[in-house]
C-alpha cells in the first residue's frame, strides 16, 4: 500500500507538477546548475516511490510515457533547421557508431569478468541489444535467444535500476569540473551564456495563441503518425514517423514555426512530467534478492561504455555535449537523448539525439543477438 494509490490521479498530477517546478526552479539557482535540475526530479521520484508516498506503477505513467512524450516531440523540433543541424552536429552520429561499440566492449569484458550462469550469454545479448536501441530491442533480443519469462523478468528489474544510473550520470556528466577541462565543450559555452542572456532578458513566455497552435498542430502530427504506423505494420515505430513530420513541418515552415514563442517551454514541461514518472517507476531495491549478479554485470556494461565515449571524445575532439547526447541516445533511447539535450539548452542536438535513438531501435537487435550468438 501506498500513501497515494495509483488511480489518484490528481494526487499523482500534484506529485509530478511539483517535481517538475522544482526541477525548473533548481535549474535557475546554484542547486540546478551544479547538476541539473532534471537529476533533482529523478531522485525525488525514486525517493517517494521506494518511501511508500506514490506507487511504482499507475495508468497515469503510461499516459505521460504513451501519448504527452509523443506530443513533446514537435513542440521540441519546431525550429529544427535540418541543414545547420547537419552542418553543426554530423559528430554525434560518428560517436553513437563509438557509443554502440562501448556498449559492445562492456557486455563482452562483462560476460568473463562476472559469472551469470546459463543466462550468462542470453543476458549479453539481450542488454547490448536495450543499450545500443532501447526496450523493444531488449524484448526482441529476450525472445530471440529464448530467455524464460522469469529470466526476462530479473533482466529487466536489474536493467531498469542501472538504466536509470545511466541517465543520471549523464545528466551530471556536465558539471563536472575535470570531465569539462578535459573534453571541451563548444555547445555547452554557447548554451550558457544564452541561458544567461535569456535570463537578462524576456523569459520564454507561454504566448496562448501560439502555444494552442503549436500543440494543435502537434497533435496533428501525432494523429498522422501514429495512424500510418499501424497502416504499415510499424507501430511500434510510431515515434519515427512523428520525428519525420515534425521535422519536415520545421524545414517546410522554417519562418512561421521559427516565430513560436512558448513552444519550447511547454515542450520542456512535458519532459519534466516524464522525468518524474520516471523517478517514480523506479524500484531500487526490486533487483536485490534474484538479480544482483545481473546488477553488477549491468554497472560492468555502463563503465565500459562511458570510459570509452569519454575517451574518444577526448582523443578525437569530440564536443562533450555532442558525446553525452549520442551516449544518451544508446543508453536510454531517443526521448531521454533529447530531453537531456533539451534541459541543457543544447536545442541543436534535439533532433540528433532523436535519430541517433531511432538509429538504435533499427540496429540494437541484430547487435544484440550477434553478441549473444558469439558467446554461446
Known amino acids: 500500500m501506498t500513501i497515494i494509490g495509483p ?33 533533482w526530479v529523478i531522485m525525488g521520484g525514486v525517493a517517494l516511490s521506494n518511501f511508500g508516498v506514490v506507487p511504482f506503477k499507475a495508468p497515469v505513467y503510461d499516459f505521460i510515457g504513451g501519448y504527452l512524450v509523443p506530443l513533446a516531440i514537435p513542440l521540441l523540433l519546431y525550429k529544427a533547421d535540418l541543414r545547420r543541424i547537419l552542418r553543426e552536429s554530423g559528430p554525434v552520429i560518428i560517436t553513437f557508431g563509438i557509443a554502440c561499440a562501448g556498449t559492445v ?22 542488454y547490448t541489444g536495450g543499450w545500443t536501441g532501447g526496450a523493444v530491442n531488449f524484448v526482441a533480443v529476450a525472445t530471440a535467444v529464448e530467455m524464460t519469462p522469469d529470466e526476462v523478468s530479473v533482466a529487466i528489474s536489474a536493467n531498469s535500476v542501472v538504466s536509470i544510473m545511466a541517465l543520471i550520470s549523464l545528466i551530471t556528466l556536465p558539471s563536472i569540473v575535470l570531465v569539462r577541462r578535459l573534453i571541451p565543450s563548444r555547445i555547452m559555452g554557447e548554451s550558457e551564456r544564452a541561458a544567461a542572456i535569456a535570463a537578462e532578458d524576456e523569459p520564454d513566455r507561454l504566448h496562448t495563441s501560439h502555444v494552442a497552435g503549436a500543440l494543435a498542430l502537434s497533435f496533428v502530427i501525432c494523429a498522422i503518425a501514429y495512424a500510418f504506423a499501424d497502416w504499415v505494420g510499424l507501430s511500434n515505430y510510431a515515434i519515427l514517423f512523428v520525428t519525420v513530420l515534425a521535422l519536415v513541418a520545421a524545414n517546410a515552415f522554417p519562418r512561421a514555426l521559427t516565430r513560436l514563442k512558448g513552444d519550447f517551454a511547454l515542450g520542456m514541461i512535458i519532459m519534466y512530467l516524464f522525468f518524474a514518472a520516471v523517478g ?31 575517451t574518444a571524445a577526448r582523443f578525437l575532439k569530440i564536443d562533450l555535449a555532442e558525446a553525452i547526447v549520442a551516449a544518451g541516445a544508446a543508453l536510454v533511447g531517443p526521448a531521454p537523448a533529447a530531453a537531456i539535450a533539451a534541459a541543457r539548452g543544447w536545442k541543436t542536438l534535439v533532433t540528433p539525439g532523436i535519430m541517433c535513438g531511432i538509429l538504435g531501435y533499427a540496429i540494437g537487435t541484430f547487435i544484440g543477438v550477434a553478441v549473444a550468438k558469439m558467446l554461446m
Request: charged share 10%.
Open 7 to 39: 488511480d489518484d490521479i490528481f494526487a499523482l498530477g500534484t506529485v509530478f507538477l511539483g517535481l517538475a517546478w522544482f526541477g525548473f526552479w533548481a535549474d535557475g539557482n546554484r542547486l540546478g546548475k551544479t547538476t541539473s535540475g532534471v537529476l
Open 105 to 126: 566492449i562492456g557486455a563482452i569484458a562483462g560476460f568473463y569478468l562476472i559469472d551469470m550462469g546459463e543466462i550468462g550469454a542470453k543476458a549479453a545479448g539481450t
Open 280 to 310: 517514480c517507476g523506479t524500484d531500487a531495491l526490486a533487483f536485490v534478492d534474484s538479480a544482483l549478479n545481473l546488477f553488477f554485470y549491468s554497472v560492468v556494461i555502463l563503465a565500459v561504455h562511458l570510459v570509452v565515449v569519454l
